[in-house]
């Protein structure tokens, strides 16, 4: 069975504050990794996919990147708008459906 | 181009009633997924389509749950007998072919009372 684990549960940042959120996964034959961003009330939105180790993708403040084991999620110089959930979710060779960990909840502080 | 819409917004429901829930996918897309959500915990898997079939249905948790799909695009969730267990968020995703980019909407928040 697949599994997904996020850590931290919760950060707080300073805006400016650079930071990194970790999604480690298990996976029979990783078919892709997606990170999500979930506004309170909304419905998660997505970020990245990710494919195989070595990969990179940078969307403004965000930069994720994959190994066999683990992905990271890097906040640069984040603003007080980046706060969210982050959701890590991975996708198995022998299904299509996501697997998600819990989340990590970043709160940035003007 | 519109998102996922998902009605009603909110269900208040009580114990043992029978409630459906509607998902209404981004148009052109042909896999359609539900999932459900705990306070405090990523979506939890129920079911995909794939066109009008359910390709996967593993994740539903019992046989009071029941998914339709009858003309490839809207989606209703079924849910009978309901208990107090089922309170959560259920969302709605689809994608363009199933194992591509799933885009998720609101969700349909339900209380049982």
Same mark, same amino acid.
């Given at each position: 069975?697949d599994?997904?684990?996020?850590s931290?549960?919760?950060?707080r940042?300073?805006?400016?504050e650079?930071s990194? =959120?970790?999604c480690?996964?298990?996976?029979s034959?990783l078919?892709g $990794?997606? @990170?999500y961003?979930q506004?309170?009330? !909304?419905?998660?939105?997505?970020?990245?996919?990710?494919y195989s180790?070595?990969?990179e !993708?940078e969307k403004? /403040?965000l930069?994720a990147?994959?190994?066999k !084991?683990?992905?990271f999620?890097h906040?640069t110089?984040p603003?007080p708008?980046d706060s969210?959930t982050?959701?890590?979710?991975?996708?198995?060779?022998?299904?299509y459906? =996501?697997s998600f960990g819990?989340?990590t909840t970043? *709160?940035? /502080?003007? | 181009?519109?998102g996922?819409s998902?009605?009603?917004?909110?269900k208040? *429901?009580e114990?043992g009633k029978?409630?459906?829930?509607?998902?209404?996918p981004?148009?052109?897309?042909?896999a359609l997924? @539900?999932?459900?959500?705990?306070?405090?915990?990523g979506?939890e898997?129920?079911?995909y389509?794939q066109? *009008?079939?359910?390709?996967?249905d593993s994740g539903?948790p019992?046989d009071r749950?029941?998914a339709?799909?009858?003309?490839?695009s809207?989606?209703?969730? !079924?849910i009978? /007998?309901?208990?107090r267990?089922?309170s959560?968020?259920? $969302?709605?995703?689809s994608?363009f =072919?199933?194992g591509?980019?799933q885009y998720f909407?609101?969700?349909?928040?339900?209380?049982v009372?």
């Amino acid at each position: 069975e697949d599994q997904v684990t996020q850590s931290p549960e919760a950060l707080r940042l300073q805006e400016g504050e650079s930071s990194s =959120l970790n999604c480690s996964y298990t996976v029979s034959g990783l078919r892709g $990794l997606f @990170w999500y961003r979930q506004d309170p009330g !909304k419905g998660p939105e997505f970020l990245f996919t990710l494919y195989s180790a070595g990969e990179e !993708k940078e969307k403004e /403040r965000l930069k994720a990147t994959l190994t066999k !084991k683990e992905s990271f999620l890097h906040i640069t110089a984040p603003k007080p708008e980046d706060s969210a959930t982050y959701l890590c979710a991975v996708h198995g060779a022998n299904d299509y459906k =996501l697997s998600f960990g819990a989340g990590t909840t970043v *709160t940035v /502080r003007a | 181009g519109a998102g996922v819409s998902q009605t009603p917004s909110n269900k208040v *429901t009580e114990k043992g009633k029978y409630v459906e829930l509607r998902c209404d996918p981004i148009s052109g897309h042909t896999a359609l997924y @539900w999932y459900r959500q705990s306070l405090g915990q990523g979506p939890e898997f129920l079911i995909y389509f794939q066109g *009008t079939g359910a390709a996967d249905d593993s994740g539903l948790p019992n046989d009071r749950f029941f998914a339709v799909r009858p003309e490839g695009s809207v989606s209703t969730l !079924k849910i009978q /007998r309901t208990e107090r267990g089922d309170s959560a968020v259920y $969302l709605c995703a689809s994608s363009f =072919l199933q194992g591509y980019e799933q885009y998720f909407g609101p969700g349909t928040r339900l209380t049982v009372t």
